[in-house]
């Protein structure tokens, strides 16, 4: 099996980054929600990004990450699924150390390196619902502007609001 992935690997990597990608999204946890604006109506179709548009996003993104020291690299992928159209961003984390112990020379050290981390978000047209699975409240608002200005042309086109209160109660 891993000569096969070699071999695919070498005639299309995309294609397994892709699959890896899609992996990612079922380990995905709780969802900050965003909706259209009100003076917006609901968006009527979707049209699939190519893969020059997410690699233009994912660039778009990379000084943003490179400014709050998380690298300067950003890989878009894009799922059609039942429930929305699924992008994950794959990018860099803090740098961070961590003591390695050598079992061959018995020396401790230390290792020095940057994690991935994959964001997503989820867009469902038939609400114009944005769903975002990122940290902190300045990634988020980064990518509401971002996805509002590649999708719809306007930076302010989501806004925040609470999909689940305890209002009835």
Not at 95 to 115: D, G, I
């Amino acid at each position: 099996a891993a000569d096969i992935a070699v071999r695919i690997w070498l005639r299309d990597p995309r294609l397994i980054e892709t699959i890896y990608a899609e992996a990612q999204i079922e380990q995905v946890g709780a969802h900050t929600f965003f909706t259209r604006g009100k003076r917006y109506p609901l968006p009527t179709d979707y049209r699939r990004l190519e893969a020059e548009q997410l690699d233009t996003l994912g660039s778009s993104l990379a000084p943003w990450f490179g400014k709050r020291r998380r690298g300067h690299a950003c890989r878009v992928f894009q799922f059609t699924r039942s429930d929305g159209i699924w992008f994950l961003f794959r990018h860099g984390d803090l740098v961070q150390r961590q003591a390695t112990y050598s079992l061959k020379t018995h020396q401790e050290s230390s290792s020095r390196f940057r994690p991935q981390v994959h964001d997503c978000i989820v867009f469902r047209p038939a609400t114009g619902e944005l769903a975002i699975c990122a940290p902190g409240l300045q990634l988020l608002r980064e990518y509401t502007k971002l996805m509002g200005r590649v999708l719809f042309g306007d930076d302010a086109y989501f806004r925040i609001f609470l999909k689940y209160t305890l209002e009835p109660l």
